[in-house]
C-alpha cells in the first residue's frame, strides 16, 4: 500500500464474517439433511406424533408392522413372509418378501453391470482409440431418466417389461454409469500398461491377463463400484413405478406405499428401515477406502 | 475383388477374424472389451427408444402402423402441455440454481477450511445421494408437513395454528423436496474439483493483502469455475428426472409426472411416447451443447 494513500483501517466485512456465515451455510444445510432423518428414526419407535414430541415411548409395533410381524390388512398390508430354505423337520428359513425380492433383484442388475461395467472401463482407462470420448460420454452419463425408460420398456416389451427379468435388465441399464466410474477411476491408479506386459511377457494370453491379473487388482473398485450399484438399484422407484404391474412389490414401492398411505410413525418405521440398509452400506463402503457414494445424477 | 467381396471385407474387416499387426489385435481387444455395454444398450435402451419413438407417430393406438405427427402437434398446440413444459423447465433450473449456489459455500466450507469432525460432516451431506425421491419428499413432509417438526416447534411459539404454517404439501415444500435432492449431488461435483485446485494462490493473494472475499471472486473462482458450470448441467439434468418427489408433494405438474399420468386412466400411449422422445431429445441437446460450448467439465 503506498504512503500517501489513506490507509484502510476498517477490516474488510469477508475477513470478519466469511468464515462464519459460510460454516453458517453449511451448518444449515446439514441440519435441513439429517434433523429429518434423525426425528424419523426416533418417531418410528413412537405410538403417536402430533406434537412437537413424539408420544408413547418406546414401542416396536410400527417396526412389527413393517416388518410384517403383526397383522394388517387394506393398504396398510406389509410385508409377507417367504420361505428361503426349506430345512428338513419342518423348519423353514423365512424371510420378508419385499426385501428378500429387492435384494435378489438388486443383485441381479449388479451382476449385468459387472459384465458390461468391468470391460469398457478397462477399454476407456486403458487403450486410446477413435471415438474414445464418446464411449466414455455414453457410459458414464445416465442418458435415460427412469421414467422414460419405463415407458420404453412397456412398450418394447410388453410381456417382459413387468417380469423381474425386465426389472433386472432396466435397473442394471440405469446403474451401470456409476459402476463404470467407480471400477474406471480404480483401473486409472494402476499402471495398466506395465502389469498388462509383464503379464503377458511370462507368457498369459490377453484375456487371461484380463481375467487373472488385472480384474483381480482392481477389486476394491468394483466391490465398491458393485455396493453403489446395488444400492441405488435396491432403491430405484421412477423405472419400477413405471414397469411394475403386480405380485411382490420392490422396496421402493413398499416405501412409497407407506409414505401415502399409512400413519406417520409406521411411514417413518419403513423409511427407517431404509435407512438402515444405507447407514449399512456407506459402513461397508467406507471400509472398502472409499469416501461415498460417486453419483452425478441417480434419479 | 468383386463388389460383394468388398462389401464382406468393408463389413467384416480382415483384423477382426485374421490379426495381423499388435495393433489389429489391440482393436480387436477394443471392439471385444466395449462389446457387453454396447448390447445391453442396444437391447435395453437404443430398441426400447426406438419403438416408443414409433409408437408416437403410429396413426393406431397400440400398434404401430402408418405416420402422422398429431401426438406432437398436441404437445405444442395443447396450452396444457405447453404449461407443464414451462413449469418442469423453470422448476428445475431455479432449483438448479440455488442447489449449486448452496453448494458453493457447502464445498468451500469442507474442504477449504479445517472444520472439526470434517469426516463425519462429508458423509452427513453425502448420505441423502441413496435416498429415491419418495423419500427426500417424505423428509420435507417431516420437517414442514403438517404434523412436521419445524412446524409444530413454530406453532408453539406462535397464534397460529399448524396447519396455517405448514407448507410441506405446497410448491414451496417440493422446491425443499428437489433441493433435498440435489444439494448433495452439486456438493459432491464440486467438493471433487476443490480437491484438486492449488491452495497456494489462495494463500499468496490472502498474505498480499487481499480480503477472503478478493481472494475467492479473483482466485478461488476463475479455478472452479469450469466445474460449477459442470455442477449447473448436471444437477439440471437431475432437476427434470425428477419424479418419485412428485407422487408424494403434487403441487405442481412437471413433465416425468405428466408421462406417468398418460399411462393412467386413458392409457394414452402415443402422446407419453412421444413425451418421452420429447425429454429424450432436450436431455441429449442439452447435455451435448453444454459441454460443447460452455466450459463444462464433467469429470470426477
Redesign the interface.
Known amino acids: 500500500?503506498s504512503a500517501d494513500a489513506p490507509v484502510e483501517r476498517r477490516v474488510?466485512?469477508?475477513?470478519r464474517f466469511?468464515?462464519a456465515?459460510?460454516?453458517t451455510?453449511?451448518a444449515a444445510?446439514?441440519a435441513?439433511?439429517?434433523?429429518?432423518?434423525a426425528?424419523?428414526f426416533v418417531?418410528s419407535f413412537a405410538a403417536r406424533?402430533?406434537?412437537?414430541v413424539p408420544e408413547g415411548f418406546v414401542t416396536l409395533e410400527n417396526w412389527r408392522v413393517v416388518l410384517g410381524l403383526a397383522d394388517t390388512i387394506g393398504s396398510q398390508r406389509s410385508m409377507g413372509w417367504t420361505t428361503l430354505v426349506a430345512l428338513p423337520g419342518g423348519l423353514a428359513v423365512q424371510v420378508p418378501a419385499e426385501l428378500a425380492f429387492s435384494v435378489a433383484l438388486a443383485l441381479g442388475g449388479v451382476a449385468?453391470n459387472l459384465?458390461?461395467?468391468v470391460?469398457?472401463a478397462?477399454?476407456v482407462a486403458r487403450?486410446d482409440?477413435r471415438g474414445k470420448e464418446w464411449?466414455d460420454?455414453?457410459?458414464v452419463?445416465?442418458?435415460?431418466?427412469?421414467?422414460?425408460?419405463g415407458?420404453?420398456?412397456?412398450?418394447?416389451?410388453p410381456d417382459l417389461s413387468a417380469t423381474s427379468f425386465g426389472l433386472v435388465?432396466?435397473y442394471?441399464?440405469l446403474k451401470?454409469p456409476f459402476m463404470?466410474?467407480a471400477v474406471r477411476?480404480e483401473f486409472e491408479s494402476m499402471d495398466l500398461r506395465r502389469i498388462e506386459e509383464s503379464a503377458r511377457s511370462l507368457g498369459a494370453s490377453?484375456p487371461r491377463t484380463f481375467l487373472t491379473v488385472v480384474v483381480p487388482q482392481a477389486r476394491s473398485g468394483i466391490l465398491a463400484g458393485a455396493v453403489v450399484c446395488w444400492?441405488?438399484a435396491a432403491?430405484?422407484?421412477?423405472f419400477s413405478?413405471?414397469v411394475y404391474a403386480k405380485g411382490t412389490q420392490p422396496l421402493?414401492l413398499f416405501?412409497?406405499r407407506h409414505?401415502?398411505n399409512s400413519a406417520?410413525p409406521k411411514?417413518?418405521a419403513a423409511?427407517s428401515l431404509?435407512f438402515c440398509i444405507?447407514v449399512a452400506?456407506?459402513v461397508a463402503l467406507?471400509r472398502l477406502g472409499n469416501?461415498?457414494?460417486?453419483?452425478?445424477?441417480?434419479? | 475383388m468383386s463388389a460383394a467381396g468388398r462389401l464382406a471385407d468393408a463389413v467384416v474387416p480382415a483384423w477382426l477374424f485374421a490379426p495381423v499387426t499388435e495393433r489389429d489385435?489391440?482393436?480387436r481387444?477394443?471392439l471385444?472389451?466395449?462389446?457387453?455395454?454396447a448390447?445391453?444398450?442396444a437391447?435395453?435402451?437404443v430398441?426400447?427408444?426406438a419403438?416408443?419413438a414409433r409408437?408416437s407417430v403410429s396413426t393406431a393406438t397400440y400398434e404401430s402402423v402408418g405416420f402422422t405427427l398429431s401426438a406432437y402437434e398436441t404437445l405444442v398446440t395443447d396450452p396444457y402441455y405447453r404449461g407443464v413444459a414451462v413449469n418442469t423447465l423453470w422448476f428445475a433450473a431455479a432449483t438448479t440454481v440455488t442447489a449449486v449456489g448452496?453448494a458453493v459455500?457447502?464445498a468451500?466450507?469442507?474442504e477449504a477450511?479445517d472444520?472439526p469432525g470434517e469426516d463425519l460432516?462429508?458423509?452427513?451431506?453425502?448420505?441423502?445421494?441413496?435416498?429415491?425421491?419418495?423419500?427426500a419428499?417424505?423428509?420435507?413432509l417431516?420437517?414442514v408437513g403438517n404434523?412436521g417438526?419445524l412446524t409444530?416447534?413454530v406453532a408453539?411459539f406462535s397464534t397460529a395454528g399448524p396447519l396455517d404454517l405448514a407448507f410441506g404439501t405446497t410448491t414451496s415444500g417440493l422446491f425443499?423436496a428437489y433441493?433435498?435432492s440435489m444439494?448433495?449431488?452439486a456438493t459432491?461435483?464440486l467438493r471433487g474439483a476443490y480437491a484438486e485446485v492449488d491452495a497456494r494462490p489462495a494463500e499468496a493473494a490472502q498474505s498480499l493483502?487481499a480480503?477472503?472475499?478478493?481472494t475467492?471472486r479473483y482466485v478461488t473462482l476463475p479455478a472452479i469455475r469450469p466445474a460449477i458450470t459442470g455442477a449447473l448441467v448436471?444437477t439440471f439434468?437431475?432437476a427434470?428426472?425428477?419424479?418419485?418427489t412428485l407422487?408424494?408433494i403434487q403441487s405442481l405438474v412437471v413433465w416425468?409426472l405428466q408421462?406417468?399420468r398418460e399411462?393412467g386412466p386413458g392409457y394414452n400411449?402415443r402422446v407419453?411416447?412421444a413425451m418421452?422422445v420429447a425429454?429424450?431429445a432436450f436431455?441429449?441437446a442439452f447435455?451435448a451443447l453444454a459441454?460443447r460450448y460452455t466450459d463444462a467439465e464433467?469429470g470426477?
Request: aromatic share 12%; with cysteine; charged share 5%.
Open positions: 500500500m474488510a466485512p469477508s475477513r466469511g468464515r456465515a459460510v460454516v451455510v453449511l444445510t446439514v435441513f439433511l439429517i434433523l429429518p432423518v426425528y424419523t418417531g406424533m402430533t406434537g412437537v449385468i459384465v458390461v461395467g470391460p469398457i478397462y477399454a487403450y482409440f464411449v460420454a455414453f457410459s452419463l445416465p442418458l435415460v431418466p427412469g421414467v422414460v425408460l415407458v420404453a420398456f412397456l412398450r418394447a416389451y435388465v432396466g442394471s441399464l451401470a463404470v466410474m477411476s490377453w444400492t441405488l432403491a430405484e422407484f421412477n413405478y413405471i421402493a416405501l412409497q409414505i401415502s406417520f411411514a417413518a423409511v431404509f444405507v452400506v456407506t467406507q469416501r461415498g457414494f460417486d453419483a452425478i445424477g441417480g434419479d | 489385435r489391440e482393436r481387444r477394443i471385444a472389451l466395449c462389446l457387453p455395454f448390447a445391453l444398450a437391447v435395453a435402451g430398441y426400447p427408444l419403438e416408443v409408437i448452496l459455500p457447502i468451500h466450507a469442507l477450511y472444520l460432516l462429508v458423509t452427513l451431506v453425502s448420505f441423502p445421494i441413496s435416498l429415491p425421491g419418495i423419500v419428499a417424505f423428509m420435507v417431516v420437517l404434523t417438526l409444530s416447534v408453539a425443499l433441493l433435498y444439494i448433495p449431488r459432491l461435483i493483502g480480503t477472503p472475499l478478493q475467492f448436471l439434468r437431475t427434470l428426472a425428477i419424479f418419485g407422487l408424494v416425468t408421462i406417468s399411462l400411449l407419453a411416447g418421452a425429454y429424450f436431455a441429449f447435455t459441454l464433467v470426477l
